[in-house]
Structures are given as C-alpha cells and as structure tokens.
C-alpha cells in the first residue's frame, strides 16, 4: 500500500469525500492496480467484519441494572424497548420478580417482526404516491370504508382542531389479519394509526419505541391493539394517542 | 414525570447496545465491560444536561473510551503485577502462534472464530478505529471525537489497521497446515 493516493482511496471507500473529489479518485483506480487491489481490500475487510464480528448487545439484567442505577424517577412508558418492566420493577430487587422480569423480556423479541411489518407499512405508504385508500377527514365515510375491508372497526374522529387532520384510511394485512389504518396530518408530518384485534402477542398498556428514526407508540383499547407511527416527537404522537382514547 | 430522565431514556439509552459493543471490544472481556457500562452510563447521565443534542452515540461512546482508560489504569495501580501493555503491537502478534497447536488449527477452520480472535488480537489503537468505523460505521469526524485525536490520525490509524487485520488473516489463513480452504 505504497500509493500516494491511498488514504484518498480510503476516504471514498469510506463515504468521506465530496462528488468531485470521488470522481477523481475513481479515475486513479481505474488507471492504478495498486488502488484497484487496495479498493477490494478494504471491501473484502468490510464485509468479513460485517458479517461475523461479534456484536454484544447489552444483555438484559445488566441494562435493567444500568437503568435502576440512574437517578430521577424511571419512565412509567415502555422507552426504546425494555424500560417499563425494568423501570417498573425497579428497586423490588425481589428474586421472584426478577425471574418474572426474565420471563417477559423476550417478549419485545417475539413482537419485533411486528415491528418491522408496521414499518414496512408505514414507509411503503410514504414512498407511494397514495398513503390512503380512503381520502377523507369525515369519520362517517371512513369508519363504514373500514367495514368489511378490515377485521376490526376502531374508533374514527378528525382531531384538526387540535392539529392532527384526519387523512383517510387504509386497509393493511398485519399480524396475521386485515388490519385498519388511520391516516393524520400533523404539520408536516404524516402519521399512521395501525388498528388490528388483539392477540396477546404485544401486552403492554403503552409502548413507545424507536426504529430507524422513527417512533412506534402503542397501546390497547377493549380489544384493539393500537400503534401510531411516525416521524414525528414524542410528545406529539402521545398527544394523538390521548386524543384516540378519549373517543367516546 | 422527570424530564430529564425522559430525556436521556429517549435520546441516550437507545445507544446503549453499541455502548456494550464497544465496551466488550475495548476491554476484551465481559466483566469489565459490565462495570465500564454502568460507571459509563451514569457519567452520561451527570453530563447530560449540559450536552448540546447533535451526536449523542459519539457522544456516548466516548464516555464509554474515557471510563475504559480509568478502569484500566486503576487494575493496573492496585496489582503490582503488571498488565499485558495493551498498546504493544507485539501483543498482538504473540497471541498468534508461528507453530498452530492442534486445537489452533481446528479453530481456523471457522472463519468467523478466526476474525474475532484476530480483531481482539489487534492493538487497542487499532480494534477500537475499525469497530468504530465498520460496526458503529461512526464518520472520521465522529470517531475523531471518540478517541480525541485529529482526523488525519484517524485516517492512517484506519489504514493501519486494516492493513494490519488483513495481513494477520492472510498469515493465519494461509499459513494454516493444509489449509482446507
């Protein structure tokens, strides 16, 4: 690795370098074999790395140690995956509950393709160039859509007063069943209201977690488990939720 | 409800996981990592409100480097004996066997062994520039934050390193008796 250009060869591997600078070093390695190898290096490293490198995720009783360790009172929400039953149960130091607590922690594991088919679904909707099958703010052309369309009618109202405009609706296939979509308006962000029948398979009154830079907050009503999905903050997806629950 | 606490559960906890990583990574083992973690995470948490909210992991992970170093060199103050410099280079070519014993050569076999054993081998300068650009896929700019050396250090450490990884791998691979692959 002799070449004078081969930290500028690293930076481009790297992502580091601007348009400009990229061409020209794509044009060195085509014109130096030495560069050409080093570029298929550093490739080859990548994704040996990549792909068998231990990756040590915190394991669970050390997170809800680091957790009960921090001072102020703990989140009553589920934050970022496993903090209500750690915060919940913090300072119970109890053996049986923290056999409990094991017991639940693989739940978030179990609920993850959830996970990730509401954001699929959320995300397919942003891409498409019709987030909603039904376009409408009035609760009485949305709620009858959803009727035979999805195995469950959850509760409909327009919250524009409040900031979040009832788009519309959607029909999702999720968790198994045909599943009901909610679509607002919230300034520039649009959030999703996924609706389905509860199965058991994500128990937690409220649950608020991340995921690619976006925020999942769920919780269940009667029998419908709900998640609103969104980039927007956390005080404005709780703020939706609030509004959802307090429909009569 | 604490607003702070609220606040560092939803904008720092969330890299916790790579805070672990890089702790195991750093200190080549899982009991220190556990208390680097802890010590780490509550330093964070006395910092936090002063913190300005532009790249918390790097952030984060720096903290992690900084309660690493103290924990080593407090390890090294109370034993006499001196700890494996962790710096040395040689440290990591002597973990290397030149003559493989015979479980040494079953475990090259396995590709994945072989890497983590190669990266753990490396020098700390090295293993902790490519788990922060290949695992975190930190920037330079934000590894150059981690470990408080310039960007260009991180440039020629980064090319060290990886010369230096795929060197050991090319030694161990092929120098490995009938090698299987």
Excluded at chain 1, 94 to 118: E, I, K, N, S
Excluded at chain 1, 188 to 203: M, N, Q, S
Excluded at chain 2, 62 to 75: D, E, G, M, P, S
Aim: hydrophobic share 45%; aromatic share 8%.
């Amino acid at each position: 690795m002799l070449c004078a250009e081969s930290l500028r060869v690293q930076a481009h591997f790297d992502g580091e370098v601007d348009a400009v600078a990229a061409l020209e070093i794509e044009r060195h390695i085509e014109r130096c074999a030495e560069c050409r190898a080093l570029q298929q290096q550093l490739e080859q490293t990548r994704v040996a790395l990549r792909r068998e490198l231990d990756y040590h995720r915190v394991p669970a009783t050390l997170e809800a140690r680091v957790r009960r360790a921090l001072p102020g009172p703990p989140r009553w929400q589920w934050a970022a995956g496993r903090s209500f039953w750690t915060g919940a149960l913090s300072g119970a130091g109890l053996a049986t509950l923290a056999a409990a607590l094991a017991v639940f922690l693989w739940l978030p594991m179990r609920a993850a393709p959830l996970v990730d088919d509401l954001m699929s679904s959320h995300l397919r909707a942003l891409m498409s160039a019709h987030p909603v099958d039904v376009v409408s703010s009035d609760r009485h052309t949305v709620k009858p859509w959803f009727a035979g369309r999805t195995d469950v009618s959850p509760a409909v109202a327009d919250f524009a007063a409040q900031g979040y405009t009832l788009v519309g609706g959607r029909a999702e296939y999720l968790a198994h069943q045909r599943a009901a979509v909610l679509v607002y308006q919230h300034g520039a962000h649009l959030i999703d209201v996924f609706a389905w029948a509860a199965d058991g398979a994500w128990p937690w009154r409220s649950n608020e977690r991340m995921r690619e830079g976006y925020r999942l907050l769920s919780w269940r009503q009667g029998d419908i488990e709900y998640c609103a999905v969104s980039d927007a903050g956390p005080e404005e997806l709780q703020v939706l939720a609030q509004l959802i629950q307090r429909i009569p | 409800m604490d607003d702070k606490r609220r606040r560092f559960e939803t904008q720092v906890l969330p890299h916790l996981d790579a805070a672990y990583n890089f702790a195991r990574w750093l200190a080549r083992g899982a009991g220190d990592a556990d208390d680097v973690l802890q010590e780490a995470t509550l330093r964070a948490y006395r910092a936090f409100d002063a913190l300005r909210v532009s790249d918390v992991k790097a952030w984060l992970l720096a903290i992690v480097r900084n309660c690493h170093f103290t924990a080593l060199q407090q390890r090294r103050r109370r034993s006499q004996v001196p700890l494996p410099e962790e710096h040395d280079p040689l440290d990591g070519a002597a973990m290397i066997s030149d003559t493989p014993s015979p479980e040494a050569t079953t475990m090259q076999l396995d590709d994945a062994r072989t890497l983590n054993e190669l990266v753990q081998a490396l020098p700390a300068d090295y293993r902790e520039v490519l788990i922060l650009r290949e695992i975190e896929e930190l920037s330079y700019r934000e590894i150059a934050a981690v470990i408080n050396a310039p960007i260009g250090t991180v440039m020629s450490r980064l090319a060290r390193a990886r010369a230096c990884l795929k060197g050991k791998w090319l030694e161990t691979v092929e120098g490995a008796p009938r090698a299987v692959r």
